[in-house]
């Protein structure tokens, strides 16, 4: 338990290996008693042997890094934060650029990232690729970052009418990101810089994919089921439920969850929803993509031109 201002934070971290046969997640947490500030940084790598987990491991380590140098001066921090999460982004990349350069054999790794950052009740985040983030208040669970997947897309195209649920559901491009941390140009970085206050109750849950799953509906039940745990039963819940699945092709899994805890803030705040700014889904145009194929455990990079015609239709 950490006190930042008026509130306390209960967090705690947990990973999963699954059913693979190596880990390629990564997360770490800092929230310093006393400080005013604190954050996580969770990462999913992919790859494979192609080195998933030092991508996932270099992404973390350098966030890491940068957001713990900065936190020297928090109010500065916070007044530059969106340009300070986006910079640490860019570094993180260009250390994945100098390692494949030095590295041939992992050529085609790469990592999503997520990471939260809290000045005191005041949250903010960074995000690439399909790794989640969601605010559960007051019995609902709500999706704050980007999903930087097709999948995300090709929903909305079958809740359009655009294409029939069968072929949603089987779309050949449902397992790919249309961002992610690989060294080359980003496409996508979703910052938080305009402050969400959170309120007594709130949990935030960072993930990876591997939570996946369990539906939007599941991971909400076990979160109202504990709310009123600690930090780490609320993981380990949430751990035990993604094994009851059993699924034989269960990816690796990492959690960080960070539970808001008054020490003399007004519990009777509003309990409205969050409001959570989002631009609108971007038109699908042809273009590279990373594809991740979940069974074999590789990244390859390759054009995707079939969505972009149906989406045009």
Not at 142 to 148: A, M, P, S, V
Not at 231 to 258: T, W
Request: proline letters at 4%; glycine letters at 8%; charged letters at 20%.
């Amino acid at each position: 338990m950490t006190t930042l201002g008026e509130f306390c934070f209960d967090v705690a971290t947990g990973m999963s290996l699954g059913a693979r046969e190596r880990q390629e997640d990564a997360v770490v947490a800092d929230f310093p008693r006393g400080a005013p500030m604190g954050f996580a940084v969770l990462s999913d790598g992919m790859g494979g042997h192609a080195s998933g987990d030092v991508a996932s491991g270099i992404v973390a380590t350098e966030l890491f890094s940068e957001l713990k140098l900065l936190s020297s001066a928090p109010a500065q921090m916070e007044q530059v934060i969106g340009a300070a999460l986006r910079e640490a982004v860019t570094e993180a990349n260009r250390c994945i650029a100098i390692y494949e350069g030095q590295h041939p054999s992992a050529q085609g790794m790469g990592a999503t990232l997520v990471a939260p950052v809290l000045f005191e009740n005041r949250l903010y985040w960074v995000s690439v690729g399909d790794s989640p983030l969601y605010l559960f208040r007051q019995g609902k669970l709500f999706r704050l970052n980007e999903d930087h997947s097709y999948a995300a897309q090709i929903d909305r195209l079958h809740a359009q009418g655009i294409i029939p649920l069968e072929e949603a559901r089987n779309h050949p491009d449902r397992s790919a990101l249309v961002s992610v941390l690989a060294g080359g140009e980003i496409a996508k970085i979703d910052c938080r810089a305009e402050a969400m206050p959170l309120k007594h109750g709130d949990i935030v849950l960072a993930a990876s994919d591997g939570l996946h799953s369990l539906s939007d509906d599941a991971v909400a039940e076990v979160l109202q089921d504990q709310h009123h745990n600690s930090g780490g039963r609320i993981c380990d819940a949430l751990l035990q439920a993604v094994a009851a699945q059993n699924c034989p092709e269960q990816d690796n899994l990492s959690l960080c969850v960070i539970k808001v805890e008054p020490t003399g803030a007004d519990q009777n705040a509003s309990k409205s929803a969050p409001v959570v700014s989002r631009t609108d889904t971007p038109v699908l145009e042809t273009g590279q993509v990373v594809h991740i194929d979940r069974n074999s455990h590789q990244g390859v990079v390759r054009t995707v031109v079939s969505l972009t015609r149906k989406a045009r239709k």
